[in-house]
Each structure stands twice: as C-alpha cells, then as structure tokens.
T-cell receptor, first 112, second 115 residues
Framework: GNSVTQMEGPVTLSEEAFLTINCTYT??????LFWYVQYPGEGLQLLLK?????DKGSNKGFEATYRKETTSFHLEKGSVQVSDSAVYFC???????????FGAGTRLFVKA | EAQVTQNPRYLITVTGKKLTVTCSQN?????MSWYRQDPGLGLRQIYY???????DKGDVPEGYKVSRKEKRNFPLILESPSPNQTSLYFC??????????????FGSGTRLTVV
C-alpha cells in the first residue's frame, strides 16, 4: 500500500540556517504530493503541493520538488526564522483517489 | 472568511456516553474528511465523504459514525466512546477528491478525552 516516510525530529536550527526535511513515498501510479504545517495549538495548513513529476511547489520561501526517480519530495528553505518553528507533515494522495496519507510529522525548532 | 469550523474545541467525557463533534465548511466543498492525530502516528483517516449521502471508511473507522445530509456539514459520532478514542480530531475539506491534487482546509481541532 501507499506510505509516506519523513525524517524523524526534532530538528533544531539557528535562525538563518538552511532547512531540509526529507520525505520519501511509496505509491502506485502518479500521486499528488503535499507539505502541511501545524503551528502550536492550530490545525494543519497547506504549505505547498506538486501534482506531477519534476513540478516544484513553493510558498513563503519553502520549496519542494517532486522527484519520481527517487520517490522523494524534500522540503527546503534557504533561511529559517523563529516563526517557522512548527510541525511539518508530508502527505500524498493517489491520482484519482479519495484518501490522503500523512507522514508522522517532523518538529522544527528555530533558535534566535 | 473561508473556513472549516469544528465544535467543541475541548471535550472531556465518560466511557459509553454518546457524543457528536460537529464540522461545518463555508466553501461549498464536495469532499470532507475526519482525521485523528496521535503522538508518533501522524494523522490517520477515520471517514471521508465525496458528497451528500456518500461516505466511506478511512483507515481507522472502528467506533465512529458519520453522516452527510447537507453539503456543508459532516458530524463525527462516537456512539459509545472508549479511552482509546482519546485523541486530537481534525475535520478537513477540499473542493473535490484529494487525488485531483486539491489540498485540504483543516479545522482547528477537537481535543477529546474519554475517562
């Protein structure tokens, strides 16, 4: 079946450091891929998405590229801020499917 | 403002006492879903609905019921709650099936404790 694997956290960075959160997936066909962010005490928010191979999703300085050859969708940001501290979830939905599967989440702490 | 509204935000109840968590969206979305979030397990799908009167099981449906009588509402019903249903619950909606590349809009969550 489909699955999503994220790097375990927590990830602790200093402000202005480069961020990478790894995400790999297993799926049949051509899934859509998503990153969501959850700030403390809130629901998840869609951060970015990509729907086909080589697509790059981007939002608020975050980027992720849909790599079919490595079945990956790693999240990157060039310079993190304290306000980026949150839990990040990678997710996939099968093409034409009705379910979304989430990874376990990666907690990011950014120190001033 | 486009949003998904869940109520209540916090609920403490006793084992076996029926409860309903409400979910409403104002975006005319066709697709709605319920998830539970538990530490170390991420989000797991309970039920989803493709449209009015069309619902189906997710990955962890046992102990839960849902209904979709109106497009905007998708309540989650626990007819006989047990302590293992203590969790953080999220309702989510999207314009159509997530397989079409549509992302979710999530509610703020309901933290349920069953004692």
């Amino acid at each position: 079946g489909n699955s999503v694997t994220q790097m375990e956290g927590p990830v602790t960075l200093s402000e202005e450091a480069f961020l990478t959160i790894n995400c790999t997936y297993t799926a049949t066909g051509y899934p859509s891929l998503f990153w969501y962010v959850q700030y403390p005490g809130e629901g998840l928010q869609l951060l970015l998405k990509a729907t086909k191979a080589d697509d790059k999703g981007s939002n608020k300085g975050f980027e992720a590229t849909y790599r079919k050859e490595t079945t990956s969708f790693h999240l990157e940001k060039g310079s993190v801020q304290v306000s980026d501290s949150a839990v990040y979830f990678c997710a996939l939905s099968d093409y034409g499917g009705f379910k979304t599967i989430f990874g376990a989440g990666t907690r990011l702490f950014v120190k001033a | 403002e486009a949003q998904v509204t869940q109520n209540p935000r916090y609920l403490i109840t006793v084992t076996g006492k029926k409860l309903t968590v409400t979910c409403s969206q104002n975006m005319n979305h066709e697709y709605m879903s319920w998830y539970r979030q538990d530490p170390g397990l991420g989000l797991r799908q309970i039920y989803y609905s493709m449209n009015v009167e069309v619902t189906d099981k997710g990955d962890v449906p046992e102990g839960y019921k849902v209904s979709r009588k109106e497009k905007r509402n998708f309540p989650l019903i626990l007819e006989s709650p047990s302590p293992n249903q203590t969790s953080l619950y999220f309702c989510a909606s999207s314009p159509s099936s997530p397989g079409g590349g549509y992302g979710y809009t999530f509610g703020s969550g309901t933290r349920l404790t069953v004692v």
